[in-house]
């Protein structure tokens, strides 16, 4: 049943980033799944990226990782990404989850107690 995060519980998140490897990716996020600071990840390789970098547009091939997690465990999630990430200015973007199914939300509190 869908549940509507109003205040009530630990309010489910999804933060993002991006890494130039699969590999990489993998790695890291088997080892915030070990650590407790998200429920699960999602990898989605083939992504191309067109940003501006120290004055230069640049392209490349990124893989994208969505990571489930709680509200109350990001501080400890982006101080992580920061010091483990491979690039110099890891992104790391934090999006509300306004609904989702209520067993499945529950399911992200306890992976991340």
């Known amino acids: 049943m869908l549940e509507r995060q ?5 309010p489910v998140v999804i933060a993002i980033t991006t890494f130039s490897k699969i ?17 699960c990840v999602n990898l989605i390789p083939g992504v191309e990226s067109i940003y501006r970098w120290k004055g230069k547009i640049e392209q490349d091939a990124e893989v994208i990782a969505v990571m489930k997690t709680t509200e109350d465990r990001l501080t400890e999630l982006e101080a992580w ?3 483990n990430h491979p690039y110099d200015q890891p992104e790391f973007l934090v999006l509300p989850v306004e609904a989702g199914a209520g067993g499945y939300l529950d399911w992200v509190r306890e992976s991340v107690e």
Do not use: K, M, P, Y
């Open 81 to 83: 990404v920061q010091e």
């Open 23 to 39: 590999a990489e990716a993998r790695q890291f996020g088997a080892q915030l799944v070990e650590a407790q600071l998200i429920a």
């Open 6 to 10: 109003n205040g009530t519980g630990r």
